[in-house]
């Protein structure tokens, strides 16, 4: 009964809360709740997002805020919003990311903010278009390698043959040979891994670790092997600075190394999260556009299977072109 009653008081307390914090803020844009506490909108969210934030937005207006997870998401769905989002002042993109880091690769705040700047700044350099040749060299030797090894027709998903291709290319580029497991024997346990991690990132990343049980065990997996890709980088660091491979650049400025692990795994996250989807939607409509026909793949159902031909290896430029244009 004692236990009841506390649950009860601690639930009505926080129901008072949300309503407050509702009439404190009369300026505020329009907010959509729920009657749960913490969890708020999550489920409706969760259905269907995209239906959910159209429905939203023809209901409230450009402008709204969504109530999930104990936390307040603000949409602004028109250009003129998000022009004047973005070139404010009060704008922080550390303070955006530092969360969801956190929560994705375990840093903590402290850490990510020491670690930042200088990671950023040498990034931002390493990837600048005026520095990308330093890399192309070794992605389209690599791109033709991997691509070389699809045969000259078959049927199969999109999305797995993008990754199939992509992932040893890319890997091999910015971490160097062999650093992380690119054979056919050690990378369809990472595979499996890698795949489960990337597609829950973006509700990890906003919470608790505990709700997520397949992406946590997932997440662990991939930071214990990354202690070994981290010590191969280290052991194989040149003294030479045009000799070193991104992985070991990102090594050098890091302060805490005991975090490297989690640096390298969100690396290679960045490297492969946009590219390979945004691969994937051009070769469709490269393929499928009448201008490109007579020199791609033919196109059997869009936008996930594709019938190869050995011309589909004229992709492998323009593949290039999308890897550096999505993690840079």
């Known amino acids: 009964m004692a236990l009841a009653l506390l649950l009860a008081a601690i639930l009505g307390l926080l129901i008072v809360k949300a309503v407050l914090l509702q009439l404190r803020n009369p300026s505020s844009p329009p907010c959509i709740r729920s009657w749960i506490p913490w969890f708020g909108a999550t489920f409706q969210f969760g259905k269907a997002p995209l239906e959910f934030i159209e429905q939203a937005r023809s209901k409230h207006g450009p402008v709204f805020t969504i109530f999930a997870l104990g936390k307040r998401f603000t949409f602004v769905t028109e250009e003129e919003g998000a022009e004047a989002f973005f070139t404010s002042k009060d704008l922080n993109f550390e303070q955006a990311v530092q969360q969801a880091v956190e929560n994705a690769v375990s840093v903590p705040a402290e850490a990510f903010y020491q670690n930042h700047g200088n990671l950023y700044s040498m990034m931002k350099g390493k990837m600048a278009p005026s520095n990308l040749h330093v890399f192309t060299g070794t992605l389209c030797e690599e791109l033709h390698e991997h691509m070389a090894q699809l045969g000259t027709e078959g049927i199969g998903d999109l999305n797995d043959l993008v990754r199939h291709i992509m992932y040893p290319a890319v890997v091999n580029t910015l971490f160097g040979k062999g650093i992380c497991p690119t054979s056919q024997t050690e990378i369809k346990e990472f595979e499996e891994h890698f795949q489960k991690y990337d597609e829950d990132f973006e ?126």
């Open 203 to 328: 509700y990890a990343s906003q919470m608790p670790e505990c709700f997520l049980r397949n992406w946590s065990k997932s997440k662990k997996w991939l930071l214990k092997l990354f202690e070994k890709v981290v010590s191969d980088a280290e052991r194989t660091n040149p003294s030479e600075t045009a000799s070193k491979t991104l992985l070991q650049h990102l090594l050098d400025c890091l302060q805490e190394k005991h975090l490297a692990p989690s640096y390298g795994l969100l690396m290679l996250w960045a490297s492969q999260a946009n590219a390979v989807p945004m691969a994937r939607d051009q070769i469709c409509v490269r393929t499928a556009s009448p201008a490109s026909s007579a020199g791609g793949g033919r196109l059997l159902a869009a936008p996930r299977v594709l019938l190869l031909s050995s011309r589909l290896r004229g992709f492998s430029p323009f593949l290039n072109f999308l890897i550096f244009n999505f993690i840079a």
